[in-house]
């Protein structure tokens, strides 16, 4: 029992990895994109506004544009139309006297103007000598229905700093106050190395014992979605010797080398002693379930992590500590997955032993509550337990029973769309 208890606790080993891999990771340097181009990139140089957004005073109804001062006296008096202005097409002139201009969503309020009426509030009257004028319905005030100069972005001011991502938002919005490019980092290129000989490709038929292997396909599909860049991925069988020429040749292509499998106390396990003998072990082992062997440390000038073998044990222990390592080396700030009370549909039965991340699905009733599903069995060989699971329920280790409608604390694994 106290073997399965060793390990090191999860914030711990995050904090010493985080530590261990400072950001950005100086070898990779910076280049310039087009913004369109540099999506789910990194700033390197901070954005600034090169002019104030808007420029003009714009126009948020459709309407007629007049000065307020007008209609102080009079509420409703009956004022000329003068103009019109257009987005895109201003009325040039500036309102030097009692009239209305009429104006559209997105154009330019002329000068002398300081309020904008919804036509909606407006009654128009076409005069005798062929030309219009119309009365105001409401009471106006200055500054109304007008968005000011600077409202997005004032001239020379921050958009967005060093360390940010970007994402639609920050890149639309860069581009609206008039930028064209963003210097970001490069990406880490990382590696993904699968070991063990039990592991056939997709499709391929199987022998006496052997698998097809998931965590390739697993790992590789959520990198492309986290947007990192897989370099190299290749397949192993437990053999030391190959295994160290594997090892040795992906670092050299890579920044990050990640593999899977082969790193518990087995007979076909070899990656944690190759791990002390080529490079440095940082540490071995977290006090986690799923996910207890995680060997990671340095190989040969490149961050290294060996995940467990497991599926989901390789999932969990990739999602709590190299992803953060991951960001943090492309020069973002880490971000902790959101965390959450639910509380749970089911009642919950586990052994105690050590603290347990739980699979789940977010539900919500109609009263906005939050409430966990824990998707089955949660065997760390069985994927179905990852199957649509948003919610990784922390439980400590001493947690054995819970009743239906517990509170309990939850990591929302979702990442933001805009
Ligand atoms: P290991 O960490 O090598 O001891 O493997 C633990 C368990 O995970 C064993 O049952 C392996 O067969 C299984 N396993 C290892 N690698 C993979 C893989 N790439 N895909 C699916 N299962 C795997
Ligand atoms: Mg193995």
């Given at each position: ?57 714009a126009a ?5 544009a ?17 103009g019109c202005s257009t987005a895109g097409t201003p009325w040039p ?8 201009v009429r104006i559209m969503?997105?154009a330019a309020v002329p000068?002398?103007a ?305």
């Open positions: 029992m106290a073997e399965q208890t060793s390990g090191l606790p999860l914030a711990e080993a995050l904090a010493r990895l985080l530590q261990r891999f400072p950001g950005p990771l100086q070898s990779l340097g910076v280049e310039r994109l087009p913004l369109p181009r540099a999506l789910e990139r990194v700033l390197a140089e901070p954005l600034l506004a090169p002019a104030a957004v808007p420029g003009f005073r948020v109804m459709d309407g007629y007049l000065r307020s001062a007008d209609l102080a006296q009079h509420p409703r008096r009956q004022l000329p139309l003068l002139q500036p309102l030097e006297r009692p009239g209305v969503t997105g000068e002398g300081d309020a904008v009426v919804p036509q909606e509030l407006v009654t128009c009257r076409s005069l005798s000598d062929g030309s219009a004028a119309v009365v105001i319905e409401a009471a106006v005030r200055a500054g109304q229905w007008i968005r000011p100069i600077g409202e997005e972005a004032t001239a020379g001011a921050l958009l967005q700093k060093v360390g940010s991502l970007l994402g639609p938002v920050e890149i639309a919005r860069a581009i609206g106050c008039g930028l064209r490019e963003a210097v970001v980092q490069r990406r880490p290129r990382v590696a993904l190395l699968i070991s063990g000989s039990e592991l056939r490709p997709a499709g391929e038929p199987l022998g006496p014992g052997q698998i097809h292997d998931s965590n390739g396909p697993l790992l590789a599909a959520l990198l492309q979605r986290l947007g990192v860049a897989l370099v190299e991925r290749r397949w192993v069988d437990d053999d030391p010797t190959r295994l160290e020429q594997a090892l040795l040749a992906m670092a050299r292509r890579c920044d990050v080398l990640i593999s899977t499998g082969g790193v518990s106390v087995g007979e076909g396990d070899h990656v944690r002693p190759l791990l002390e003998r080529l490079g440095r072990l940082e540490f071995w082992r977290v006090l986690l379930k799923p996910g207890r062997p995680f060997a990671c440390g340095e190989l040969a000038g490149v961050a290294f992590f060996g995940l467990p073998g497991n599926p989901v044990s390789a999932t969990v222990t990739f999602l709590q500590l190299v992803w953060p390592v991951l960001q943090q080396l492309e020069g973002r700030e880490p971000r902790a997955w959101p965390r959450l009370r639910v509380r749970l549909r089911e009642p919950l039965q586990r052994r105690a032993g050590r603290p347990e991340l739980l699979r789940a699905q977010l539900e919500s009733d109609g009263a906005g509550n939050a409430w966990a599903r824990v998707c089955g069995a949660q065997g760390s060989a069985r994927l179905g337990s990852l199957l649509g699971a948003d919610l990784l329920l922390e439980l400590n280790a001493d947690t054995t029973s819970l009743p239906a409608g517990a509170a309990v604390m939850a990591q929302l694994l979702r990442q933001s769309l805009l």
